[in-house]
């Protein structure tokens, strides 16, 4: 029996926090989650872009929001296959529930990770990425109603077991630094993993 049980990292930035394309750079399995949402430009990576027909069922959603009209979610199976997956604090508390109660079985180490960064470097990086004044204003004010109920996941430590880890980094950086959160990324899932190794092994120690 393989009781090596790789950690799940939840990444949640408002807009323009870097919190793509970090975990882009992290190189580790991320979730694509489905959108309905048009692709900004052609090859945009990050999302799953498909129609209101093919958007997966009710039944197959482990998270679900939506934004502008725009419907996005994750299924069961993207989550089995990754490490990461960029969300927000209202789909993490409903994410969280489910993973618990649905991959039980699995006792994955989940982190939560939130990528803090001030409102004048997100408004201008998302100028820089042709997103406009207005829109990039509209997606401050949106989010910062948005990310209010970030302190909701707090209270969901207390019924995760492994224990949720809540943890919070800056990136205010500019592009000659991107990177340096995704190895920040990467350090964690390799110390967890680690840790997860060293206790598969004790276990199969006891069972020989």
């Given amino acids: 029996m393989n009781y090596v049980r790789k950690p799940f ?42 129609t209101e027909e093919a958007f997966p069922p009710t039944s197959e959603q482990i998270a679900f929001t939506e934004f502008n009209g725009y419907k996005y979610c994750a299924t069961y199976q993207q989550i089995s296959d990754s490490a990461l997956y960029v969300i927000d604090p209202d789909g993490a508390i409903e994410f969280i529930p489910k993973f618990r109660s649905k991959l039980a079985n699995s006792y994955r180490q989940l982190i939560c990770i939130y990528i803090e960064t001030s409102p004048f470097v997100r408004f201008k990086r998302m100028v820089q990425r042709g997103d406009g004044i207005r829109h990039a204003i509209g997606r401050i004010k949106h989010d910062r109603r948005k990310f209010k109920s970030l302190n909701e996941i707090e209270k969901l430590q207390q019924n995760c077991f492994p224990p949720l880890i809540l943890l919070k980094v800056k990136n205010n950086y500019s592009k000659k630094y991107a990177g340096t959160i995704a190895k920040y990324l990467n350090t964690i899932y390799n110390y967890c993993t680690n840790l997860s190794l060293r206790d598969a092994q004790e276990v199969q120690n006891e069972e020989t």
């Fill in 9 to 50: 990292i939840l990444i949640m930035g408002k807009s323009g926090s870097g919190k793509t394309t970090e975990t882009l750079l992290s190189k580790l399995p991320c979730v694509n989650s489905y959108t309905t949402r048009p692709a900004r430009y052609e090859g945009e990576t990050g999302h799953t872009f498909v």
